[in-house]
């Protein structure tokens, strides 16, 4: 796939193609093509990026993680590869996606996958999975239908990587989303995970130990099938964990002890975000649609909010000192995401085209509808909900390799454009994601530079971060309890309020010094809504506000959070 223009420089580029090497850049990205040598289409799409502050913040950003102590400090950094540029070795390019997205070819969607992959691309995506609902079904015939729309996505998008993977009924739990690295096999794995281990298909819904132990043991299949190399990689994130309180405690840890490399995250925001938006104008149901309340099939621990969003993040994510605490607390490497959970656009004037779905195995292609769908409550991928990953090329392994390793950020509605956070110890710094070595009584600071939104987004407004707050955990070991949902030693330590609307800001914090293992993440707000958290003033005195039924305008309360740091003295 070349980049359909001719150099008039004396160099080859390999930045058209979507193969492996982390040399590998779409020309609107790879600033060594000068603006005048790019196609029209190429320059819109660079504008676009630099508008939205998805190109020269990425770059500014992986800029500064370069160098040997880095390097030396974190064993997975990646070693001479090249940034945005080609001329930063050891840097990151942070690419933004989406690994939640339905098409025609899941019972409750109806959109075709090039529909998805443009509007992807449009709204700054370089990354994105198409993961349709795992079903009877499906299983039977929707998995190997659906890739030559995929196949056909890549060829004609050809900056945005597009993965198959499906969303997984996880036995015993909630949904979650699965996907491979492309190649020749992955209809084939994904089909024989789906046949065997999808809860739907093989009727293992209920919370019983043998559904439980089937959970792992489709886990466990997908790293088998990595390493004897029928795909080149393979990866799992529980997809709206505290939505319906299926997931318990216990469950997200043995999934991620079984297979770590292959069970990596959560959704820390679920799609659905236009949900809130109240009536008429709006669905006025649930933000993410988190509506529900506890079922026979709950975990019976959970308590009632942890069935509704706070500030558009799930429960487990916002609560400080809550579930993701608790697993970071015992040094469990868990990340968080956000994305579209795309089936049916608000305000898209599209309708599902017909055809019969139980024989076709997916809907015809949808039509005009003649009106606009202000029921439904999803943004198109990229349009309000964006995970950002630090990662060491353009290509399908580096955006992988950089979710395992957690080097993630995501935000809301375009709320900042870029975030370098790193954790600082003599010559020696971490970014997200990573564990820096100290010795114990080394002072630790932590520095943070933002990129402050410098456009409008999709609502045709300039947000303005008006708060950034780092919350602070020990880390503690291993919990006897593995239904433990609580870290009590983690709690907001300090909160930098921005003061300003454009450019950059750099946040500065000490941590002291350090003698024992600790993390750090951080969020940020617009400031417009906020509550003392669940555990109490002394842990969160100013966090997100439980999001109310029927009256929540994402756009009105946008957040950011980060992944952590972590500092391990010896």
Known sequence: MGHGH???????????????????????????????????????????????????????????????????????????????????????LWLAGDHHIHTQFSSDAKYRVIDHVRHANANGLDWMVITDHGSEQHAKIGVEKVNPQIVAARGEISDTLVFQGLEWNIPAAEHGTVFVHPGRNEV??????????????????????????????????????????????????????????????????????????????????????????????????????????????????????SYRTWGGFDWMTATVGGLWDSLLAEGRPWWITANSDAHNVYADTAVRGGGDFATQGHYDDPVYGGGLSLTDGDFWPGQYSRTHVGAAGFSYRAVMDALREGRVWVDHGGLISGLDARLRSGGYEQTLGGMLRVRRGDKVDLVVDIDLANGPNWAQFVPELARVDVIRGAVTGRASDRDTFAAPDTRVVKSFEVGRSAGSVRLTYSLGRVDKPLYVRLRGTDGNRGAVGINGAAVDPAGPAIDVLGDADPWKDLWFYSNPIWVLPA
């Open 188 to 305: 084939a794995v994904l089909k024989e995970f789906e046949n065997s281990f999808d809860g739907s298909v093989k009727g293992a819904t209920a919370p019983t130990p043998a559904n439980e132990a089937l959970a792992v043991a489709g886990l466990d299949f997908l790293a088998d099938a990595v390493r004897r190399k029928k795909v080149q990689d393979a990866l799992f994130l529980a997809n709206h964990p505290a939505r319906k309180g299926l997931d318990s405690p216990h469950e997200i840890r043995a999934w991620r002890d079984a297979q770590p490399t292959i069970a990596v995250g959560m959704e820390g925001a679920p799609g659905h975000q236009a949900a809130g938006l109240p009536a008429p104008q709006g669905p006025g149901s649930g933000r993410g649609f988190y509506d529900s309340s506890p079922s026979a099939q709950s975990w019976p621990g959970y308590p009632l909010e």
């Open 6 to 92: 001719q150099h008039g420089h004396d160099h080859t580029h390999a930045h058209h193609h979507h193969g492996d090497g982390a040399e590998s850049l779409p020309p609107a990205l790879d600033l060594s093509v000068p603006d005048e040598e790019l196609t029209p289409g190429q320059l819109s799409r660079r504008s676009m990026l630099r508008r939205t502050g998805l190109l020269g913040a990425g770059l500014a950003a992986g800029s500064v993680l370069a160098g040997a102590g880095q390097a030396a400090a974190h064993g997975s950094s990646p070693q001479g590869h090249q940034g945005h540029g080609g001329s930063r070795p050891g840097g990151y």
